[in-house]
């Protein structure tokens, strides 16, 4: 056989097994690769943070028990329980601290789910993606046949650009952190632009 | 001599063993405080709904209504009704303990998100993993091989429970598109997910803490 013919073949093989190798790097990249590596005191520090914010909430709630037990204070207890589920419920519009993020490209539907997930659980207080507040009554999010996502109805497209009322430093650093979401997300979705600002007000509807 | 020094010597091994059991202990303590923390703050909220049901029997409807209203949209009423479960379960030879987390016989976070966001994408009212609460806000994430939902540890198999209308919730899982790395995953037999149609579901009141001190409201 010409050694010019045997060489072609060996590097057609080569190239052939570097394809099928890249094609299984990718597949693992899907649903094994969506949640973090955590370790040992990330997992003690979500325990503690978790029973602080336990033990604040058993507090206001036994406060809130007492005033409604004292003849005079029960209305107004009543009053700022209302006012405090109005903020959360998506009821009424809001205002507070925070940040948008806006990613620019193509973004698959459980990447966009994995990346809320990332902010409820660094301690977003309220979310917004493209306009739409996710509150318990927002439909969730859905892939239409072409791609595009679907969020409580309505088709969102590229940028997407997430706002977010919470303690921004915190819920930033742990998104931007090595290994975190916005690394798992870039290895992903190769090409997509992603830019941030921190911003003293954010409105929500 | 050289003997005695030998055996007085705590190994690496010991280190490393007290080193384990120092951490699960203290694990330990956590979860058992989570555990009375969050029964201590579904029976106040259980003991405020009393006080404030004796309050309406006064005379006080409209503010009330309003707020069993928005107790409603929290998740903060327990819903019965009818609807299904998801049972998603590890491979009967993967061990969750000391498994790589990368492991394909091992149930992901990420599965149970893509179900439960499946469930809300399907209008579902009230949705629950392993007895947890979903609201908006709650995550679901792993530590290790550990998935916690609304930051509390849980077990498998995981039970995402939903009511809501059957027929479109199962028409929803029955589309593999959805959910393609779960079924692929089922397909080689690697996990295992079991949908079961119930006449009676019954999904507990949220029992975490709901953070709102950044937020104020638009007067």
Redesign the interface.
């Known amino acids: 056989m010409d050694p010019r013919k045997i060489y072609i073949l060996v590097v057609a093989i080569l190239l052939g097994i570097f394809v099928v190798a890249q094609n299984k790097s990718f597949n693992?990249l899907?649903?094994?690769?969506?949640?973090g590596?955590?370790?040992?005191f990330?997992?003690?520090q979500?325990?503690?943070?978790?029973?602080l914010?336990?033990?604040?909430?058993?507090d206001d709630?036994?406060a809130?028990?007492k005033l409604?037990?004292s003849q005079g204070d029960?209305?107004k207890a009543?009053?700022d329980?209302?006012?405090?589920?109005?903020?959360?419920?998506?009821?009424?519009?809001?205002?507070?601290?925070?940040f948008y993020i806006k990613f620019e490209g193509k973004i698959t539907?459980?990447w966009l789910?994995?990346f809320i997930?990332?902010l409820?659980?660094t301690?977003?207080?309220?979310v917004a993606v493209n306009g739409i507040r996710?509150?318990?009554?927002?439909?969730?999010?859905?892939?239409l046949p072409q791609g595009q996502v679907?969020l409580n109805g309505s088709i969102l497209s590229s940028p997407f650009v997430i706002e977010v009322?919470?303690?921004s430093s915190t819920i930033l650093g742990n998104i931007e952190v090595g290994g975190g979401i916005l690394q798992r997300m870039k290895a992903a979705l190769p090409g997509m632009k992603v830019s941030y600002e921190r911003k003293d007000i954010i409105?929500m509807q | 001599m050289s003997w005695q020094f030998a055996s007085d010597a705590p190994s690496d091994s010991n280190f490393l063993a007290d080193e384990i059991s120092a951490r699960e202990n203290l694990i330990k303590g956590f979860l058992d405080e989570q555990t009375y923390l969050q029964s201590r703050i579904v029976f106040l909220r259980k003991e405020i709904e009393r006080e404030q049901d004796l309050i309406k029997s006064q005379g006080t409807e409209s503010s009330l209504t309003e707020l069993e209203k928005l107790k409603r949209i929290l998740g903060l009423s327990e819903i019965t009704g009818k609807g299904l479960e998801v049972t998603l379960n590890d491979s009967p030879i993967a061990v969750r303990q000391g498994e790589d987390i990368s492991s394909k016989g091992l149930i992901q976070a990420a599965d149970i998100r893509d179900v439960v966001n499946l469930m809300n994408a399907a209008s579902a009212d009230a949705i629950s993993v392993n007895g947890q609460r979903i609201i908006a806000s709650s995550p679901i994430s792993s530590v290790g091989t550990t998935i916690l939902v609304n930051n509390s540890y849980i077990s498998p198999p995981f039970v995402v429970s939903a009511i809501g209308d059957p027929e479109i919730m199962i028409q929803r899982l029955s589309n593999r598109a959805a959910l393609p790395e779960l079924y692929k995953r089922v397909q080689e037999s690697k996990v295992s997910m079991k949908v079961s149609l119930r006449e009676w579901v019954r999904i507990p009141i949220y029992n975490g803490d709901l953070k709102y001190n950044y937020i104020n409201l638009v007067e």
């Open positions: 693992k899907d649903v094994l690769s969506r949640d590596k955590s370790n040992v990330q997992e003690i979500i325990l503690k943070e978790k029973n914010s336990l033990k604040s909430e058993m709630l036994e809130n028990l409604l037990t029960a209305l009543i009053d329980e209302i006012k405090r589920y109005t903020k959360i419920s998506g009821q009424s519009p809001i205002f507070g601290p925070g539907t459980p789910v994995d997930n990332e409820w659980s301690g977003a207080q309220a996710i509150t318990n009554e927002t439909v969730g999010f859905d892939s679907l009322i919470g303690e409105q």
